[in-house]
């Protein structure tokens, strides 16, 4: 008797997906770094998956192979050393098996009794972050999807203090007879707080940015007299460690003594520059984050984890718990010994990215990341050498920490057209895609910030990314300039 073949899945077809997509994974590593960020097929290879649904489909072999083939010039290399956008990390080798890991037992890390495995690894990876990072060890924290989700909680946890400063659990009752939440920041505060902001039903509006001219920087006179003119009433502060045109910082420790004087409570975001604190010869711009009643930090940027994963960290867990409490009769009850993560955070639905985590921590180490942080500090300052050697580039700002701030100028093209110049350049680095940055506006000039993140990243990378910005930039001017 033959057995009928099923559209839904088949055990048979797991000993060929495992070996094609070892295969392949092994051929894209070996040429990762070599490869355009960009392909010149971007458009043509996303636009071929453009189909309806198969009424019955081909079988995983068929289908992934599709993906490969067709998928690959889709699919931007932001893993590889050449990728300077944002601030993009790239995944460490033992991240990226651990993360493999992580798809095969797929694990809910909601709670002890879904995941034993991945919520001890988050909490243990937790500890090493907080000594990694030198925090107040009685801190609590959660894994997010990144910087914006751990900003929720930080600002959560906040917004929860704030209204029990007011005598409401805002969590239950909402804002109801509540007056606007006061918050104060400088012009670095990140896009994704102000996001949070109106998550949190805040309101976007609601934060006042207390700038010095043009630079962003904070006006700490202004930032106190606020808080004064709110005569005792709490106030929530969001600081700034490393801000994403030139990788500015706040004053965080002045800012944690006017917390403390004036009833309000601190919020750091440090997505990239908490990792100043790892390596001494950075460690004092960061200076006063332990102070902090909240601070956030992304994982898939310096520490080189997967896509997706983020960091909060809070002083009083009982804030977390009453802002995310989650319960229903089928869940473990508040009473149970074993931690539920997920009721201290906004997901329920968790990914074990411990596992990635804790690989990567164990795998390298304090020194490991110690090493590879001084290593993009020096490549950086290697780019601004080369920037300030060409005699047709600008460097707009000091190197603080790994963002290089800088834009084309030849000389001879007037001020109030380089703007529109550097804009196009920018499109033209995007459409060559052998290398990958984004423009900002910083200071009021248009400029590109290239940021330097990635665990494979090279001096030679470092030197190829600055010939390829001079040969598109040269190529945008006047044949007789």
């Known amino acids: 008797m033959t057995s009928r073949r099923h559209s839904f899945p088949d055990r048979n077809e797991l000993p060929q997906v495992l070996d094609l997509v070892v295969n392949e994974a092994r051929g894209y590593l070996e040429g990762l770094d070599q490869r355009p960020v960009l392909s010149q097929r971007v458009e043509e290879s996303a636009a071929s998956f453009q189909a309806p649904l198969p009424d019955t489909g081909g079988g995983a072999t068929a289908a992934l192979r599709q993906l490969i083939d067709d998928g690959w010039d889709a699919a931007a290399a932001t893993s590889g050393p050449r990728c300077f956008h944002f601030v993009i990390g790239g995944v460490t080798p033992a991240a990226l098996g651990a993360d493999w890991l992580a798809s095969l037992l797929d694990q809910p890390a909601y709670t002890w009794i879904s995941s034993p495995l991945g919520v001890q690894l988050e909490l243990v990876s937790l500890s090493w972050l907080k000594d990694l990072f030198d925090l107040p060890d009685y801190w609590s924290g959660v894994f997010t999807t990144g910087a914006t989700m751990a900003n929720f909680v930080g600002l959560a946890a906040a917004r929860q203090w704030w209204a029990e400063r007011h005598g409401v659990d805002i969590s239950e009752n909402g804002f109801a007879g509540l007056p606007g939440v006061p918050v ?25 940015r207390l700038a010095l001219g043009t630079t962003g920087g904070l006006d700490l006179r202004a930032m106190e007299k606020a808080l004064i003119d709110l005569d005792g009433a709490p106030a929530i502060l969001i600081g700034n460690a490393g801000e994403v045109n030139a990788g500015e910082f706040d004053p965080i420790e002045d800012m944690a003594n006017l917390a403390e004087k004036y009833n309000a409570w601190l919020h750091v975001d440090g997505a990239f520059g908490l990792f100043a604190r790892v390596t001494e010869g950075k460690k004092h711009l960061a200076k006063g984050v332990e102070r902090a009643h909240s601070v956030i930090v992304d994982g898939h940027k310096w520490l080189n984890v997967p896509y997706d994963c983020g960091f909060a960290f809070v002083h009083d867990v009982g804030l977390m718990g009453r802002a995310f409490a989650y319960t229903a009769a089928y869940l473990p009850s508040p009473d149970d010994p074993h931690p539920t993560l997920g009721a201290i955070g906004p997901e329920s639905s968790r990914r074990a990215r411990a596992l990635a985590v804790w690989a990567t921590l164990r795998a390298y180490g304090r020194k490991g990341y110690q090493e590879l942080i001084e290593n993009h500090l020096s490549l950086a300052q290697r780019m ?21 701030c800088f834009r084309f100028n030849p000389g001879h093209v007037p001020e109030s ?46 030197d190829f990314f600055v010939e390829v910005v001079r040969e598109l930039a040269h190529a945008l001017l006047p044949a007789d300039s």
């Open 184 to 208: 104060f920041s400088s012009g670095h505060i990140h896009a994704s707080a102000v996001k949070v902001l109106a998550m949190l039903g805040i309101g976007r509006s609601s934060v006042k």
């Open 384 to 404: 601004a050498d080369l920037i300030d050697e060409a005699p047709d580039l600008e460097r707009l700002a000091d190197v603080q920490l790994n963002i290089v």
């Open 417 to 462: 057209e380089l703007d529109d110049l550097n804009r196009r350049l920018g499109e033209s680095i995007l459409s060559d895609g052998r290398v990958f940055a984004g423009t900002t506006s910083y200071r009021g000039k248009i400029a590109l910030r290239p940021a330097i993140v990635n665990w494979r990243t090279r001096e030679k990378d470092v």
